[in-house]
């Protein structure tokens, strides 16, 4: 608890001089109410008059339990870019105090929550850039991405972090100067997808490996799921001229995976081919653990947000409510699988609110 009071410590209470209620209890509060399951600030409120006894514990609460409108109040009045300066800040701490390391395969990818739109208006909900270790497993970061512009999120929120030994990844969206650039100036190294898009670069990615040229390869095949085996073949090819000759920053090497399902039945889809840009020269087989890696943003964070967080369906839509509580779901997924153990995300979340002593046991690993 201590590194998270820390955290915390530089963010500005935004409501009046006389509220009742500590800026901190409150998102205490919150937080140990989303590690049980709580989606919304009624669900908060629940939670802290069924827990009071436990919460004074290790909280003063001078006035009791905030109210539901004292949650709502907070989440909507809070700026998100000190908030998430603060997950950010608390991110780092906690990871170093749990030797976590965080660097590796780092996926962007965005997501919009789909329940953040006003009834009877145009339907825009709110579009969010997710930066995602893999290695670890943990949420570094979240970006509104401005006008629902995702690449312009996605910079944003790579020229808040330190990329050392890093490897970013992104789908084609991202595929552009700017980000290449981004990624160097931070001191990582990217895979970026490319695909026809990119016009003039992409021909000249796909020729390369038309003509023949010195190349490494790799082979893989996936063990059956699902009722379906999957094949990936990676070629690696040096390039060096496309940096000078179209103007993209950093490349020294182009790669490519080809794809192919074997389904029930023994039939077979036709063949996947995707294509890479690469500032690091790395052999075939790390090029097809990095790009398969990539997706992980999708099942293990995404997926987990919207399946046990209720993401999608969360209808806070006020203010700067979605971008706030958005990231109190995500700190309160790093905790949780931060925690010993093979259990799954949804057994921690009902255990956290059955069980005081394991609720207790997972803000004991914050300090």
Known sequence: MGKFKKALRRLSDPRAANARHDLLEVLVIALAAVLCGAETCSDMAEFGQAKEDLLRLFL?????????????????????????????????????????NLTGVIAVDGKALRGAFERGSRYEPLHLVNVFAVEARMSLAQQKAPGRNETKGALEVL?????????????????????????????????????????????????????????????????????????????????????????????????????????????TEPSVVRYYLLSKSMSAKRLLSVTRSHWTI?????????????????????????????????LALNILRSCPGPTSIRRKIKRAGWDDSFLLALFGHMR
């Not at 790669?255 to 039939?267: A, H, Y």
């Open 298 to 330: 999708e099942n293990q964070l995404h997926w987990v947000l919207d399946v046990h967080f209720d993401e999608d369906g969360n209808r806070a839509r006020m203010d700067n409510a979605p971008e706030n509580l958005a990231i109190l779901r995500r």
């Open 60 to 100: 003063r609460l001078e006035h009791g339990i905030p109210s539901h409108d004292t949650f709502s109040r907070v989440f909507r009045l809070l700026k998100p870019d000190t908030f998430e300066a603060a997950f950010r800040r608390f991110m780092a701490a906690f990871a170093k105090a749990n030797r976590l």
């Open 159 to 267: 020229a808040l972090l330190s990329l050392e030994g890093c490897i970013v990844t992104t789908d084609a969206l991202h595929c552009h100067r700017a980000m290449a650039k981004t990624v160097l100036e931070r001191g990582g190294d990217y895979v970026l997808a490319i695909k026809a898009n990119r016009g003039p670069l992409f021909k000249a990615v796909v020729g390369q490996f038309a003509r023949s040229g010195k190349r490494s390869a790799v082979k893989t095949i996936e063990p059956s799921t699902h009722d379906r085996r999957e094949a990936r073949r990676a070629t690696i090819m040096r390039n060096t001229s496309l940096a000078a000759v179209h103007g993209f920053p950093g490349v020294v090497a182009i790669g490519r995976v080809t794809s192919r399902r074997q389904l029930q039945g023994n039939r």
